[in-house]
């Protein structure tokens, strides 16, 4: 969830025109195919949003998994917490991924701000995650999967949880297994706002791949954006990928490998 960082940023950060970037040269190839998105919320697709209508604009069969449905965020909608706000949230979610040109998202509906609660225990909502997600990747044969990182954007223990579930099942599949990716925030590129201090940030020497957008992948993003209602005031969907654009991606998603297999490498104990 991403609205309580949001106005602050507006605020203070002129919008421009950001330089075109392209893609590294560790990226993944040009057209992506078969791609997972896992996230935690209805919004959550915001943070790697340029990459996602690339991707589709591209050809890539792409498909998005949301967690859980939202259903306690009542964000600007001044709606109770519950049924109707998750209905009302799983909406603007598939507004948004029409918008960026994925297939209708999958909604898991494991119970928002619950993915930490006991994981060990059996009937556990990471359980639960883990075992829809195992059967989500084994159907699918996807080539790449985008989810959170480890620091959960800012912390939040649901998009940290799905991180940790995500990266498991990844790291148990034999060769062949998709490739990892984890959208991060250069160090240097976050405004000086207190608000936003809170959110984490990656050495931009571990983020390998950065992946461009054209100004039609980021007039897609707009739309996205616009369809989450019930989250942002009009003012700030009107300017959010805007703003981002020119902070925080500047022409490109920014990306870590998960895994880097290599040759493996052996110390033998001395005599």
Known sequence: MLRPFIAAMLAHIPLAVAAQATDSP??????LSKVLVVVAHPDDEIVLAPAIARAARE??????????????????????????????????ASCAASALGA???RFLRLGDGTL???????????RGLAAELGEILQAGDYRYVLTWGPDGGYGHGDHRMVSSIVTQLVQAMPEGRPVLLYPGIRAGTLPPIPE?????VTDPALLTVAYGYNQADLAAVRRAVNCHESQFPADVRSQLADVFDVSIWQGSVHFRKAFDAGEPVAYPAPE
């Open 26 to 31: 560790n990226a993944p190839p040009r057209t």
């Open 59 to 92: 050809g890539a069969e792409l498909a998005i998994v949301y967690a859980t449905s939202g259903d306690q965020g009542p964000g600007v909608s001044g709606m109770e917490a519950g049924a109707a706000l998750a209905e009302k949230r799983e909406g603007e």
């Open 103 to 105: 297939t209708e998202p």
């Open 116 to 126: 930490g609660d006991m994981p060990r225990a059996p009937d556990s909502p990471a």
């Open 196 to 200: 936003l201090q809170q959110w984490a």
